[in-house]
């Protein structure tokens, strides 16, 4: 006689929530936005489609929870990594704690980088870690005598670095991510301890 199987515990509305979250977060990873649908993400979390209907709206309304989650937690990551140090730790860190998002979220990653829906909340995110970075280069420059006011052109250059070099990593994976992080940031920082006051463009030279 086999014993009589255990009730399911019944998830609270906030628990629920957030299994939901990670698993469209998976399914869009695994799928696409375009591929997923509602009914694979209730199978995949074992409920009907009504209850993600009743938390969520619909399929884009998770897939806004899932990116607005992703997001929410790298800029907080990356704000506490370059609050304090001196400015060549902050770089490093900032670098670092990005290319361990990639490699510790994995599927929130694919969605923010590869699913074009997240493309317009991807880049507001990156220019508010570039507008972050930007401040600690314009301290910088401005101990040092340089014009700070273009601060965010290497800003934006550090991030895109980063950011592509992530992607790279994602696929390869070949190396630890602090000894790529360590890299990026000897690469920005040795470049900028060298940086002309008024750089110019570089012409052929005359034979």
């Given at each position: 006689m086999t014993a ?42 074992g409920i009907t ?153 570089v012409t052929p030279?005359?034979?």
């Amino acid at each position: 006689m086999t014993a009589p199987s255990k009730p399911r515990r019944r998830l609270s509305a906030a628990d629920r929530r957030s299994q939901l979250i990670d698993v469209g977060r998976q399914t869009f990873a695994d799928l696409g936005y375009e591929a997923a649908t509602v009914e694979e993400i209730a199978r995949r979390a074992g409920i009907t489609k009504p209850i993600i209907y009743g938390h969520f709206g619909g399929k884009d309304g998770l897939y806004s929870a899932v990116v607005e989650q992703e997001t929410t937690y790298i800029l907080e990551a990356i704000s506490g990594a370059i609050s304090t140090g001196p400015p060549r730790e902050r770089v490093q860190a900032a670098a670092l704690r990005f290319l361990e998002y990639v490699r510790d979220h994995r599927a929130g990653f694919t969605v923010l980088a590869r699913d074009s829906p997240a493309h317009r909340q991807y880049a507001s995110m990156l220019a508010e870690i570039a507008a972050l970075v930007g401040e600690v280069f314009a301290d910088e420059f401005g101990r040092a005598g340089y014009d700070s006011s273009v601060a965010p052109i290497y800003a934006q250059a550090l991030i895109g670095m980063v950011t592509y070099v992530g992607q790279w990593w994602d696929e390869d994976r070949s190396r630890p991510v602090e000894e790529v992080g360590s890299h990026l940031a000897a690469l920005a920082w040795m470049g900028l301890r060298h940086l002309p006051r008024t750089p110019s463009r570089v012409t052929p030279s005359e034979t």
